[in-house]
DNA sequence: CTGAAAGCGCTTACAG
DNA sequence: CTGAAAGCGCTTACAG
């Protein structure tokens, strides 16, 4: 490892201004492009900057302007399915205008978070992004008196903030859509526990794309349960217990879909061919190695990060940006489980 | 949206002396507790300090001290199953010592990974942590003019630099043990492509504890293929077509692991009364959900991660750390699968 | 025990 | 067109 007593030292502006032969304003200036000034000088001076690698120090470069053009990133997604395409976003969204995003994984752990929030104040961060692994959940951080713009992706922050979510239903509705025009009629829906949000608007979409093609839902209602294979499992065996099982399930995530067509292959029941199934997340890994290849929706998690960070790099460029939530649509990446 | 104009000032060490009706100097030695003063002094700064929320400016400090208490996290780990423990450890590792942890997601492309580059140096970051997805990968980037630490995680650097990567032969052989002492004999290996440096040390882990055993390898040797569900059903496909097929199988990875246990049920082959399935990388949403839940090796990718960035963060305070590979124990994390 | 001053590496009016 | 100077918010010898 190379030892930073070892490490040649930086080169600062006043190195290349004495190897240009100019002061160091002449050098500030060539470099921001703003001063005009003889060509000769300029093209003198951004020589010796290439020659010298120099890079204008960020540090003092923020303590004049009071910008750090670094954010920080809070997330409580631990396990990272979620929330990792979002920071992806966020930094590949912001990276183009100079600025550097700040890893925060706070688990569900206050003290833990707090200290990190402390840390991303004394950095002088020019603002946060909140991203959250559930969006009816609160991330363990009280971001009330922060005296920098910041932005929830994933994570509601409520009316009085700005808040980048998927359009949870619309992405019901194309998956059910979907389904109907491929000729199934009897649609069943398995997802998560009803308590929480998105299960409530997947299923939500479900029915109103049911009823805007005409066609009654299938079975009592949303089959609410747990996001696990077993739970897709369980479900299988209630729907293929009645007289008319569906044509076709529409799941609430990508775990339940497995189980359902693991469940399903096990009952010699074919999948594309007697049920199309359809599940949500689009958890390639997952989806992929089904049998046959699961059809999902994308919430198209990676472009919600990038306009989260772009909409916060807009407020602290001083714009205002009116409080509520943001949807973003989602597409739906059709696979053989639902081919017609 | 809180507004940055609309922002409360953030108080200065100016305002905290005028405030406390002493000299800056004397704020400062207050705080970092340095210079010794009369106790009523201390008292009533520190007490103004926390009135004013007063935290240091870290560029400010960093512009002296010329540290920024930050690094710069580069990864190419864009699905992030392997990073983001890492990720994690690393920052919790540093977050007690202040230092934060700049998030670079690289994805394969050179042109984004030098502007990340670029902008960490002009951030000024005391060192970096490369975390790659796969051991034997080199990221797209030069490090090679670096003037800062850097160290390797779950990627090797290579002879002259520091490396912290799992103990691959080791974890294997906990697995092979495990199933040796609950009574299996005829244990076969199913893994990843062969040209993946981590497939021949597990195998090799394998082979080395059988011997350890007194037991010969089951069948013409590892099986090599690929890291996926499919290649497990083929796997057993092909194992179970012998006169004798093996009584545990020892998985390169949970995919693989989770191939086999479904195409075993599909032949009505009990797990774990016939066999015994033991997978690796613990992927716990997909080992606890596969049926019976499968029995892992865990590469504690998480500890790894603190442990590279506290070495990080010694050698950034001037230590001179040897190079070369560091290995962390794995540790088997057993479920039903591998039961007796 | 405490304050005035220099300096970290930049940028930005302001002179000349 | 270019330079000298002030200032961003701190820390650290150095006086007193």
Redesign the interface.
Known sequence: ?????S??Q?ATIHDVAARAGVSIATVSLALSGRGRMMAETRERVLRVVKEL?F??????R??HSKR???VG?LTDD????FA?PV??GV??GL??H?V??????L?DNPV?AQ??L???????V?GIVVAGRRVDRILPVDLG???????HVMSDGGPD??SYLPDEEQGARLAVAHMVASGRRRIAHVTGPARFRVAGERAQGWRAELAEAGLAPHGPGAMFGRW???WGHEAVAELWASDEPPDAVFCGND?IAR?VI?ALRERGVRVPADVAVVGFDNWE??AE?TRPPLSSVDMNLRELGRQAGLTLLE??N?A??P?GVRRLPCVLRARASSAP
Chains 1, 2 share one sequence.
């Not at 490892?1 to 007593?5: A, L, T």
């Not at 631990?78 to 399915?81: L, N, T």
């Not at 550097?100 to 994984?105: M, Q, T």
């Open positions: 490892m190379r030892q930073p007593n490490a040649p930086k690698n890079r204008p120090n960020a540090m003092a923020g303590l750090s053009f670094t990133l631990v396990y990272g399915r990792l920071m992806q930094t590949e990276i183009d100079g550097s995003v700040f890893l925060c994984a688990e833990l200290s990190h402390d840390a991303l104040m004394e950095k002088q020019d008196g922060l005296t920098v713009p910041f932005i903030r700005v696990s294979e077993a775990q189980g693991d890994i997952v190695e407020a602290i001083g205002q940006v409080p």
